[in-house]
């Protein structure tokens, strides 16, 4: 028996419906097949480590250069950590990572200002840009796989989410489903390359992001 999902709002329905009650956008129900008639393949059991094996003593914490900010980060960012930045449009949240970003190859991802125009703010705040790599691309992918190129990246900024996305979600950037799998994309290669991502996120006055 199949079920059908809006691949806009992620609402479900029994029966293919022209128009989502959810989220009131046309013809975006996709079909879906039930756990019992998906296949699915033998897994490689996973692997797993006791906590006393990890040395408390031991810090990779990576400093911001900014007391505040690092105080609230637990004293920097940890290798491969994705953390969201996310707030109203225009409070300084851009503004804050290019005052503290200090030390070491920075990639700085932009899908919503050019490379002039955040050169012109960098240099207005007076922040150190000589080590910052700039892009405006906005495919995921794409930036993803230009980052895993450059071996001396020591951490990524995108700015922001809702600029992102992935052709392989058929919807625009900035939907619900863009954002979950732009965010799970990011989170899955900052596990395995270990490069820290810092994420910013518009939230308008009704609190929807």
């Not at 079920?3 to 029994?14: K, Q, R, T």
Request: glycine share 10%; proline share 4%; net charge neutral.
């Amino acid at each position: 028996m199949a079920y059908y999902i809006c691949s806009s709002c992620s609402y479900g329905a029994a029966s293919w419906i022209g128009k989502c009650p959810g989220c009131g956008e046309w013809n975006t129900l996709q079909q879906k097949k039930e756990e019992s008639q998906i296949v699915r393949k033998k897994s490689t059991p996973t692997q797993f480590s006791p906590l006393k094996k990890i040395d408390k003593t031991k810090s990779n914490r990576q400093s911001m250069g900014m007391f505040e900010f690092d105080r609230v980060l637990g004293g920097g960012l940890t290798p491969g950590e994705v953390v969201l930045l996310s707030g109203e449009p225009g409070i300084g949240k851009s503004t804050l990572l290019l005052q503290i970003i200090q030390n070491g190859t920075a990639i700085y991802v932009s899908g919503e200002e050019s490379l002039n125009q955040v050169q012109h703010r960098a240099e207005r705040l007076h922040a150190k840009i000589e080590h910052i790599l700039f892009s405006d691309e906005s495919n995921i992918d794409h930036i993803l796989s230009g980052v895993e190129a450059q071996k001396k990246a020591q951490l990524v900024i995108l700015d922001s989410i809702q600029t992102l996305y992935t052709e392989d979600v058929e919807t625009p950037p900035g939907s619900i489903n863009q954002i979950k799998e732009v965010m799970n994309r990011v989170i899955t290669f900052a596990k395995k390359s270990g490069i820290p991502f810092l994420v910013i996120g518009h939230v308008t006055k009704d609190g929807v992001s």
